[in-house]
């Protein structure tokens, strides 16, 4: 059984920038498509991005251009790059294994990150 642990949340300005790392035990890392969501107080779950097995990636349309998903397969490590942060994505960010890529359906989750941007 997969275990992923998120780091790296924390407070920003707006416009600034965070990197979230997700590290995971098991070897099913490396053949499983991965994917960060994010949750907002009062919100539904979200899909923020997801990559594949082979490094093929998805972004939902409010991160495009802004946020870089990314793994190493050989350190079982999944990253969120995010830049140009803005105060309405301040959420508690999961990442998960998806079954399905591009829209994962995330099946086993991490306990989670609090990223908090200020205006």
């Known amino acids: 059984q997969v275990q992923l642990v998120e780091s790296g949340g924390g407070l920003v300005q707006a416009g600034g920038s965070l990197r979230l790392s997700c590290a995971a035990s098991?070897?099913?890392?490396?053949?499983?498509?991965m994917g960060w969501y994010r949750q907002a107080p009062g919100k539904e779950r979200e899909l923020v991005a997801t990559i594949s097995s082979g490094g093929s990636t998805y972004y939902g349309d409010s991160v495009k251009g802004r946020f870089t998903i990314s793994r190493d397969n050989s350190k079982n490590t999944l990253r969120l790059q995010m830049n140009s942060l803005k105060p309405e994505e301040t959420a508690m960010y999961y990442c998960a294994t998806c079954r399905t890529y591009p829209y994962c359906s995330g099946n086993v989750w991490g306990q989670g990150t609090q990223v908090t941007v200020s205006s």
């Open positions: 098991g070897s099913i890392f490396r053949v499983n498509p």
